[in-house]
């Protein structure tokens, strides 16, 4: 079965750094470009970053450019997403995503999903 796993959330203070990780397991990764998604309590899951099957092309919300850095490693099945400078507003459960294109940036173009993992950002 296909299984994506988030970890690496936590508490933090802004103006901190995380770096969450995502791993594959169930399917070849480089099948597949990745992205990551975030979702806020009221509000719609939004696209985060994304990036092709071969680390060739990678894409970013325009909110976050500058902050956020995302890559993969296929031979470990992991897709990384390292985000800096955090501010209240990247408080989300952030999830991983697998199956879509990485220029397409809506929920339903990508396939498998992960539980979630919470980032909370104190002021």
Do not use: H
């Amino acid at each position: 079965q296909v299984r994506l796993v988030e970890s690496g959330g936590g508490l933090v203070q802004a103006g901190g750094s995380l770096k969450l990780s995502c791993v594959a397991s169930g399917l070849t990764l480089e099948n597949y470009d990745m992205a990551w998604f975030r979702q806020a309590p009221g509000k719609e899951r939004e696209f985060v970053a994304s990036i092709n099957w071969a680390s060739a092309a990678r894409n970013a919300a325009d909110s976050m450019l500058g902050r956020i850095a995302i890559s993969r490693d296929n031979a470990k099945n992991t897709v990384y997403l390292q985000i800096n400078s955090l501010k209240p507003e990247d408080t989300a459960v952030y999830y991983c995503a697998a199956g879509g294109s990485y220029i397409l940036q809506k929920e339903r173009d990508y396939t498998y999903w992960g539980q979630g993992t919470q980032v909370t950002v104190s002021t």
